[in-house]
């Protein structure tokens, strides 16, 4: 017994120790690099500059340049400078960003040290992206227009006549109306999800181009009563600060993905792959929930912790960027043909 008991201690520490060194080794090789360049979707003021102090503590000697634009400006932006043979980026993240970068082959393969703690869902079995951030696209009501008795608990509420020219939702492609005709058809099956969604049409939704938080800062001032799709955390954080809102826990709930990947050939691929092992590890992971995104890391709670489906007790339908690349195209198509 103390034998195996022994050996178990012994592989364990090997593990480690071979851990720490091949950390040890990327982060020499790193250093030499000097900086990394990060094109990231995430707010500078809530979530890049804390994840770039808690970097820099760790890994000192490691100058983080990052460029923020919106997830499809990012990929263009990427695919431009590839084109000219110049990429800037190491590192990428954002929901619409992977998508296209993938298909044109720009995303280079990385495994991060700590992919171990994620579900297979939440990251790519080739080793292209890792989620980095989840969302949850559920709907939400003011609360001062709509009585609680009224308020949608499934998706059939959703048909009832009180709707009829009073529901709104994003156009925004990977995170709006098309996502949402996705989740439906993928959660209830191609004929009954079209028969739903035919009978949806009827209820003449309101397209709205904006994002999903423009959206439901629409319904917090009362232009709308309801939206159909917003991101369930941000509904709380209005709340918290007395908004009269509320999201709601009727299925289908999306959860599109906010991944990180490594540029494919940018120039400082050691660091590039330092800051996502750092932004994906369970210590990075803590600092996005402190300043209130949602952890992709199981493992990590969220500062309100039933925006998350284990606590919250709602299931989600998780849109990895590969199923969104193989069929956005064709939930946009029906999309427009239904509700335009």
């Known amino acids: 017994m103390r034998h195996r008991l022994a050996c178990a201690l012994a592989i364990a520490v090997s593990f480690s120790s ?17 900086q990394v360049v990060w ?16 970097f820099n503590r760790k890994y ?34 954002g929901i619409d960003t992977t998508p296209p970068l993938l298909t044109a082959g720009l995303v280079e393969r990385y495994v991060p040290s700590e992919a171990g703690k994620y579900p297979a869902e939440l990251k790519d079995p080739e080793g292209r992206w890792q989620a980095l951030v989840v969302y949850f696209l559920t709907p939400a009501v003011n609360t001062s227009l709509v009585a609680e008795a009224e308020r949608p608990k499934t998706a059939q509420d959703l048909l009832h006549p009180r709707w009829k020219g009073k529901i709104a939702w994003s156009t925004v492609p990977a995170s709006g109306s098309g996502v949402y005709v996705g989740s439906v058809l993928q959660t209830m099956g191609e004929a009954q999800g079209m028969a739903f969604l035919r009978a949806l049409a009827r209820q003449d939704i309101i397209n709205v181009d904006a994002t999903n938080r423009a959206i439901l800062d629409q319904v917090i001032y009362g232009q709308y ?50 800051l996502i092992d750092f932004l994906t590890s369970e210590e990075g992971q803590k600092t996005l929930a402190e300043v209130e995104y949602i952890p992709a890391m199981p493992l990590v709670s969220a500062k309100t912790p039933s925006v998350k489906p284990e606590a919250g007790g709602f299931k989600a339908n ?17 999309k427009k043909e239904l509700f335009n």
């Open 60 to 93: 000192p000697g490691i100058e983080v340049k990052y460029a923020r634009a919106d997830s499809g400006p990012n990929a263009i932006k990427i695919m431009n400078e590839a084109q000219a043979g110049r990429p800037q980026s190491d590192i990428f993240d």
């Open 225 to 274: 009563p309801l939206a159909l799709s917003i991101f369930n955390h941000h509904a709380v954080l209005s709340a918290q600060k007395g908004a009269p809102v509320e999201w709601l826990k009727v299925e289908p709930i999306s959860a599109p993905m906010h991944s990180v990947g490594l540029t494919k050939n940018g120039l400082h691929p050691n660091a590039g792959k330092l």
């Open 18 to 34: 071979a851990g720490h060194a091949a950390d040890a080794a990327l982060y020499e090789a790193a250093k030499k690099e000097r």
């Open 39 to 54: 094109y990231t979707s995430l707010i500078v003021n809530q979530a890049v500059r804390p994840l770039v102090e808690a």
């Open 318 to 334: 998780v849109l990895s960027p590969d199923t969104v690349t193989r069929n956005l195209d064709n939930w946009y198509k029906i």
